[in-house]
């Protein structure tokens, strides 16, 4: 929604307390925002008409919001990173806990990887996250000089925020991202575009790594498991799929507390929420497959949800070749991100 701004007297800070007791002021913001085609400084330091018909488009969009539906959705917009993705209800809206993630990776592709810490549940290094302090957008990229070569597999890339974040942050990363709806990806490659980075980031469509190689897949629940059709001569879509790094946010969210969620959580792609009868059902196929498409010594990093800690690392260490070395906390305490290295 585009409104050319017209200079007048009257500030708008009205329209935010109008609604104050319903919306927060950062949501009133952000539908300020859209409706003037603005940057949220120009809020401050700007006047804007502000007229019956403006108080009646600014009505429609706080009832959207009222209703249930996400600001990010009414918009189409979400931040990430520090950068401005497009989102539709395709996608799943990211989250500031996902940056752990993209801020983990960033960090130890700065300097040497950390070994494996012995042991699992009572060795683990636990971290509590926290940003450092970067420039302009909020987050320091890596120069070449200061990065070392990656490769990255981004699994249920989503609307790409994780892949364009860290393609956009590491210039020598590179970046393969899939997912399993086509049309999170179209959007993914419009956030790819939208960041020049569309040469620097390949897409691929199917569920987890089955996107990297030429087959048919059958996606169906099997006592609370992913089945893979494994009958079919399988061919290669990367050229030597091997990552130094794989990282993924997948569905997590137990089947049964679905109709329970929040209604704004509703709205999201049930296929990006949907993890299976115990919210476990990708970590159990990341677990099995990843070996295949890691070098020696690569990563995984994961985030979860509450209280999956034990039941992933169970996942995990039933295979022996993978050891947990640290595990990050959000803003809440909340274990939120795993990371584990292979052994071998």
């Known amino acids: 929604m585009l409104l050319k701004n017209n200079v007048c007297k009257k500030d708008i800070f009205c329209l935010i307390d109008k609604y104050s007791r319903v919306i927060s002021r950062v949501e009133a913001e952000m539908l300020l925002e859209y409706l003037f085609n603005c940057a949220r400084i120009d809020l401050y330091i700007r006047d804007f008409k502000v007229d019956k018909t403006i108080e009646k488009?600014?009505?429609?969009?706080?009832?959207?919001?009222?209703?249930?539906?996400?600001?990010?959705?009414?918009?189409?917009?979400?931040?990430?990173?520090?950068?401005?993705?497009?989102?539709?209800?395709?996608?799943?809206?990211?989250?500031?806990e996902t940056e752990i993630l993209v801020s983990e990776i960033i960090n130890s592709s700065r300097f040497p990887?950390?070994?494996?810490?012995?042991?699992?549940?009572?060795?683990?290094?636990?971290?509590?996250?926290?940003?450092?302090?970067?420039?302009?957008?909020?987050?320091?990229?890596?120069?070449?000089?200061?990065?070392?070569?990656?490769?990255?597999?981004?699994?249920?890339?989503?609307?790409?925020?994780?892949?364009?974040?860290?393609?956009k942050l590491m210039p020598q990363a590179e970046i393969v991202a899939t997912d399993i709806s086509e049309a999170?990806?179209?959007?993914?490659?419009?956030?790819?575009?939208?960041?020049?980075?569309?040469?620097?980031?390949?897409?691929?469509?199917?569920?987890?790594?089955?996107?990297?190689?030429?087959a048919t897949f059958a996606r169906h629940r099997n006592n609370g498991g992913l089945s893979i059709n494994?009958?079919?001569?399988?061919?290669?879509?990367?050229?030597?799929?091997?990552?130094?790094?794989?990282?993924?946010?997948?569905?997590?969210?137990?089947?049964?507390e679905l109709p329970y969620l929040q209604k704004e959580v509703k709205v999201e792609p049930e296929i990006a929420l949907n993890g299976g009868r115990d919210g476990l059902d990708f970590y159990r196929v990341i677990a099995k497959e990843s070996h295949r498409y890691l070098e020696k010594g690569g990563s995984i990093l994961l985030e979860i949800g509450f209280g999956?800690?034990?039941?992933?690392?169970?996942?995990?260490?039933?295979?022996?070749?993978?050891?947990?070395?640290?595990?990050i906390k959000d803003f809440s305490g909340i274990e939120r991100a795993v990371c584990l290295k292979t052994l071998t």
Do not use: W
């Not at 509590?128 to 970067?134: A, T």
């Open 184 to 214: 999170a990806l179209k959007i993914a490659e419009k956030n790819a575009l939208r960041h020049d980075l569309s040469d620097r980031i390949k897409f691929y469509k199917g569920n987890l790594f089955n996107a990297l190689i030429f």
């Open 230 to 256: 494994t009958d079919i001569k399988q061919e290669s879509v990367v050229k030597n799929p091997k990552f130094d790094i794989i990282v993924c946010n997948p569905p997590y969210i137990k089947e049964g």
């Open 57 to 96: 488009l600014y009505d429609s969009l706080v009832s959207r919001r009222m209703s249930g539906e996400p600001v990010q959705y009414i918009t189409g917009r979400a931040e990430f990173m520090g950068l401005d993705f497009i989102v539709t209800k395709d996608v799943l809206i990211p989250r500031p």
């Open 113 to 167: 990887a950390r070994e494996p810490l012995a042991g699992h549940s009572n060795n683990n290094k636990e971290t509590k996250f926290s940003h450092l302090q970067y420039s302009s957008s909020g987050h320091e990229s890596i120069s070449r000089e200061q990065s070392q070569e990656v490769k990255i597999l981004d699994l249920c890339t989503g609307c790409g925020n994780i892949a364009v974040s860290l393609s």
């Open 308 to 327: 999956q800690k034990k039941g992933i690392e169970n996942i995990f260490s039933s295979y022996n070749i993978f050891e947990i070395y640290k595990v």
